[in-house]
């Protein structure tokens, strides 16, 4: 990438700033979650609290700090570079994912440390003003591959609370008023023609809103043809239609792998929807706040790719392509530049940590960033001449671009200033515990 400005100095100040924000925030999401809460791992996908903030630590002692080679130093222990690897084959042998919730050791208090002694670190680095272009690269994906697992942590934690039988396990206390009604979806027309997508490293900087992951390039052209798309995310209301009308047993609506996992894992509703004993036409939801009623003017969440792809069928429409989803934004964005700015995740001590109903209409997209990450139609691919980074870094993205559905936006628990028009989530298509809904889409009438 090319530096952000022409000063080396003012790049390091802004990148020590935003090196001090992100790491404070990881701490302060941990900080309402005991040391037991910490270590829980409720299924292989969920990975403990105490494993997120020592992997993000690990990234920059072993990226960065040992980016010279050297070793021995007080944060550099072979237990650690064992236990939080994630998924970096040229570093060396791991921990099964698995079984990260099995380790009680290193603890909490001493995962603290070892943040701390990383940091300080990082500091006398900075301080010395002696990084390359490449190393400051480095650290600047670091705090951005931070703030992806901060809305892990969340995601996670909020699973690990699930499983606690006892009755609404909450992360916080703060009690949701109900939604306002968002009113009937109206579908927003667009035309159709060559247009460029993704983003390219000469075109940005290395800083704040400059950094790009290598998987939102190059930037290519694409052809679209007219489409509309819904004007808000489709609501729980909506769903319980979907419910109501034998959605999880009609296999007309759905592909045959999503059908054959929904009946092997017994789906019946979207993850966290538990039945209201007392009625059998209500339901309760498990959130970050608790368990309360579904409201049905929020936005659906926690559904697979195979149920949203499913519930576009059975409501006569699709998904969109994350071709189609990109040009819509950006279109919106020429119209609406703070639209990228709202919603994404709320620290404050009001937060609900959940997505929230959409505003009224106003004849332009609502909802694009901050409540729900969207599925689209399309296969987490390679653009036209993406060539992964050389060395260890380059297993960032370049690996996982096999069988898994891209989603675009930004959810609730997304960090603030890490969402645009470009980026590109990707999951695996059966997968609900982290914050996915839908948007419909259909072709031009």
């Not at 606690?164 to 703060?174: E, I, K, L, R």
């Not at 999503?258 to 929807?273: H, I, V």
């Not at 007392?278 to 003017?297: E, N, Q, S």
């Not at 470009?422 to 298509?429: D, E, G, I, L, S």
Request: glycine share 8%.
């Amino acid at each position: 990438m090319e530096r952000s400005s022409s000063d080396p100095d003012a790049d390091l100040a802004a990148f020590a700033q935003r090196y001090a924000t992100v790491r404070e925030r990881t701490e302060r999401l941990a900080a309402p979650l005991s040391a037991e809460d910490q270590m829980v791992q409720s299924m292989p996908d969920v990975s403990p609290t105490k494993w997120h903030r020592a992997h993000t630590t690990w990234f920059f002692a072993e990226f960065v700090l040992g980016a010279d080679g050297t070793s021995g130093r007080h944060w550099d222990l072979p237990e650690y570079r064992f236990l939080y690897n994630s998924y970096y084959e040229a570093v060396g042998a791991r921990h099964p994912r698995p079984n990260r919730g099995l380790v009680t050791r290193p603890s909490s208090a001493a995962v603290a440390e070892y943040r701390a002694s990383v940091d300080k670190e990082m500091a006398e680095l900075l301080s010395t003003g002696d990084v390359s272009p490449q190393l400051l690269d480095t650290m600047v994906l670091g705090t951005h591959h931070e703030e992806q697992h901060q809305e892990l942590l969340l995601v996670d934690i909020k699973h690990v609370l699930s499983m606690n039988p006892a009755v609404g396990p909450a992360y916080s206390d703060v009690v949701v008023p109900p939604a306002d009604d968002p009113g009937a979806a109206d579908f927003v027309e667009f035309s159709g023609g060559i247009a460029e997508v993704g983003r390219s490293f000469g075109d940005v900087g290395r800083l704040a809103d400059g950094f790009m992951f290598d998987s939102e390039g190059p930037r290519h052209e694409v052809r679209v043809y007219d489409f509309r798309l819904a004007d808000r995310l489709v609501t729980a209301g909506e769903w319980l239609e979907f419910i109501a009308d034998g959605g999880y047993e009609r296999p007309e609506f759905w592909k045959s792998d999503g059908w054959a996992r929904a009946q092997s894992d017994g789906w019946n509703a979207p993850l966290y929807w538990r039945p209201d004993p007392d009625d059998p036409d209500a339901w309760w939801i498990h959130t970050l706040t608790g368990l309360r009623d579904v409201d049905p003017h929020e936005p659906v969440c926690h559904v697979s790719h195979y149920e949203a792809d499913a519930f576009a069928s059975w409501a006569g429409a699709r998904l969109p392509t994350e071709f189609e989803w990109e040009v819509a934004a950006a279109r919106q964005l020429e119209l609406d530049p703070s639209a990228v700015e709202r919603g994404c995740l709320d620290t404050s001590a009001d937060s609900t940590f959940h997505p929230r109903a959409a505003g009224p209409r106003n004849g332009r997209l609502r909802q694009l960033f901050g409540d729900c990450w969207e599925w689209t139609s399309s296969a987490y691919e390679p653009y036209p001449g993406f060539a992964p980074a050389v060395g260890a870094i380059g297993e960032y993205n370049g690996k996982f671009m096999s069988g898994q559905q891209v989603l675009r936006g930004g959810g609730a628990l997304t960090p603030p200033g890490h969402t645009r028009v470009t980026y590109r989530n990707f999951f695996h298509p059966h997968t609900r515990w982290h914050l996915g809904g839908l948007r419909l889409a259909k072709d031009a009438s």
